[in-house]
C-alpha cells in the first residue's frame, strides 16, 4: 500500500509559478512511477506528467510542455511539480498518482496508477 499527500496550491495570478509537492510512503521510492493529473469540476480527470521509476524519464501533455517541470527527490520521497507561467485554464484540481513498476504509454493514462492522492486545488486568475 501507498499513501500520497499532495500540498502547494493556492490562488495565484495569470502568469505566476507554484510548485506543487507529493510525499510517498508505504513502497520503495525509486520503484514507483509518478504522475499528475487534474480535473476540473464536471470533466474527466486529464493526465499533465509523469516521471518514471529507474532512469526518471519524463513526460508532459501537450498543454503544459515547456511550462511545467516534474521532478522528485529520492531523499524525501517527493516528488515535484513546478509550474511556471500559469493560466487561467490551469485552474483544477490536481492529484498525484503512484505505481509501482510503470514504464510504457499507460504512464499517461489514469488506468495506469493504482494509488491517487487526495489532491490540491489550484486558482489561476486571469
Known amino acids: 500500500q501507498v499513501q500520497l499527500g499532495e500540498s502547494g496550491g493556492g490562488l495565484v495570478q495569470a502568469g505566476d509559478s507554484l510548485r506543487l509537492s507529493c510525499g510517498a510512503s508505504g513502497r520503495t521510492f525509486s520503484s514507483l512511477s509518478m504522475g499528475w493529473f487534474r480535473q476540473a469540476p464536471g470533466k474527466e480527470r486529464q493526465f499533465v506528467a509523469a516521471?518514471?521509476?529507474?532512469?526518471?524519464?519524463?513526460e508532459y501533455s501537450d498543454s503544459v510542455k515547456g511550462r511545467f517541470t516534474v521532478s522528485r527527490d529520492h531523499a524525501k520521497d517527493t516528488v515535484y511539480l513546478q509550474m511556471n507561467n500559469l493560466k487561467p485554464e490551469d485552474t483544477p484540481v490536481y492529484y498525484c498518482a503512484a505505481a509501482a513498476l510503470l514504464w510504457g504509454p499507460q504512464i499517461r493514462s489514469i488506468q495506469g496508477y493504482k494509488y491517487w492522492g487526495q489532491g490540491t486545488e489550484v486558482t489561476v486568475s486571469s
Open positions: 516521471i518514471r521509476w529507474g532512469r526518471s524519464t519524463t
